[in-house]
């Protein structure tokens, strides 16, 4: 069995967000705290994760094996979740063996681990690429980067009922649009699917344009066969994926002590910076309301902080 028991509901709390820009804007956000639904298997790599687990479990897998970074958000939520509910996992990383803060975690979670290198982790969209790994370990569930695809969609749709049940407690009555950091542009199909073309999704690009994120969101939105879709994407990567510079940290900072908020620099705080420069440029009119997701990752940047 590889799901949770029904008592698990994952709460993720819908809060006021003050800040100065804001205010001057006349426009209201609320941050949907995604980062605050588990200590360990947090973000938005829970909801992407649950359909995977779903189908794993309807095939009678073990397990579940899937690939990623040494700063991997997904590995680290999927290692926590294997640890948690009992099911077996195991990682293929990208590059050659390193010790980071999450790849301890995913070793002390029992995560087993192997190293492609990098020409071996490039193959990983080649057809015949999971063939060898399917063979070693018949019983796991292969898994896309991140959590993605289809599936992992399908598990974010959830974040707008999340959303709804909360509006009332703003005292919102509804609500004008979506604001996330996009990586492979999964959580945001998964919000357009849920919308039909109700709300816009505004996406800010975590990675290039050659990431490959619009076409992406468009094999989603296409493979699920709705036709009502309401997207906009943002470049926010300032200058690719992971560059982090004084500005976007000193944002950082800056807005973690106005509102209490952590956002780190590789997805969250880029989002919210590229919400801020299109508020100042006047993209929103006034009296606008937008939900903010907080996809967390707080736990990949304690590895990389230290090189920034
Ligand atoms: C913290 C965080 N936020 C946002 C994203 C982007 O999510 P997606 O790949 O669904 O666009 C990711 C992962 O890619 C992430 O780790």
Known sequence: MLLPPSTWLPQAPLDPLHLDWLTQAGIEVAVLRLDRIDPLISGNKWFKL????????????????SLGGAHSNHLHALAAA?????????????????????????????????????????????????????????????VPEGGGGLPGAEGCMQLRARV????????????????????????LAGLVLAEAGDHPVYGALAVP?????????????????????????????????????????????????????PLEPLYTGKALMALKQQVEAGKFARGTRLIFVHTGGLQGWRGLSSKN
């Open 50 to 65: 649950i359909e995977h687990l779903k189908a794993a479990d309807r095939l009678g897998a073990e397990g579940i094996i």
């Open 82 to 142: 294997g640890k948690r509910l009992g099911f077996s996992t195991v990682g293929l990383l990208r590059g050659h063996p390193q010790q980071t803060p999450t790849v301890k975690d995913l070793q002390a979670f029992g995560m087993e681990l192997h190293w492609l290198g990098y020409a071996g982790y490039r193959a990983r969209h080649e057809a015949g690429f999971w063939q060898p790994w399917q063979t070693r370990y018949p019983t796991l569930h292969p």
């Open 164 to 187: 709804c049940t909360q509006l009332a407690g703003l005292g919102w009555s509804d609500y004008d649009g979506w604001w996330l950091a996009c990586g492979t542009g999964t959580t």
């Open 209 to 261: 344009d050659d990431h490959g994120v619009a076409q992406q969101v468009e094999r989603i939105v296409q493979e699920a066969g709705v036709v009502d879709v309401v997207y906009e994407l943002f470049e926010a990567s300032r200058g690719g994926f992971a560059k982090v510079d004084p500005l976007l940290l000193d944002f950082i900072e800056k807005t973690g002590q106005a509102s209490g908020i």
